[in-house]
């Protein structure tokens, strides 16, 4: 019985690890895709900060990208960023800063407005494909558990 419950915890631990990377990315990532959602049409070229760097990244080919905007406050704060992560190939066009109407630390970009829906299509694929995944190694870690030689109550082996 001892393999089992090894496999198990085994099983239970990458499912963990697998809910804890999900939240991490919807900590950080679900809070400006929301407000990008709900205040789009209230972002205007950013005045109050400048962008300093911008870089894409493919993952897998072409299945995923991430950009990357670094960027510093004209009052000379320190350098703050942000990461988007989206379906498909990485924008080829270069990206502008852009700042809310009526809150200039709030900051996206055009590019980042533009693959608005995408970014929330891969944040909802990942927290559904995340969901099933866990919750298919939680029933087979629960299925592990069972012992070797436990009966299995088939009821189709009792029919005449």
């Given amino acids: 019985m001892r393999p089992a419950m090894d496999a198990s915890m085994k099983i239970l631990l990458g499912a963990t690890i697998i809910v804890v990377t999900i939240a991490m990315f919807l900590w950080n990532s679900v809070p400006r895709l929301m407000r990008d959602v709900w205040h789009a049409r209230d972002f205007i070229l950013a005045q109050s900060h400048t962008m300093t760097d911008y870089k894409c990244t493919n993952w897998n080919g072409v299945m995923f990208n991430e950009c990357t905007a670094t960027f510093v406050s004209s009052q000379g704060g320190a350098s703050q960023q942000f990461t988007d992560w989206r379906f498909g190939r990485a924008p080829s066009e270069r990206a502008r800063l852009l700042q809310h109407r009526n809150d200039a630390s709030a900051v996206t970009t055009d590019v980042s407005l533009q693959t608005l829906w995408n970014r929330l299509a891969l944040a909802l694929s990942l927290v559904l494909g995340g969901a099933v995944l866990a919750i298919t190694l939680m029933v087979k870690?629960?299925?592990?558990?069972?012992?070797?030689?436990?009966?299995?109550?088939?009821?189709?082996?009792?029919?005449?």
């Fill in 141 to 160: 870690a629960m299925r592990a558990d069972e012992p070797v030689g436990a009966p299995n109550w088939d009821s189709s082996r009792f029919s005449k």
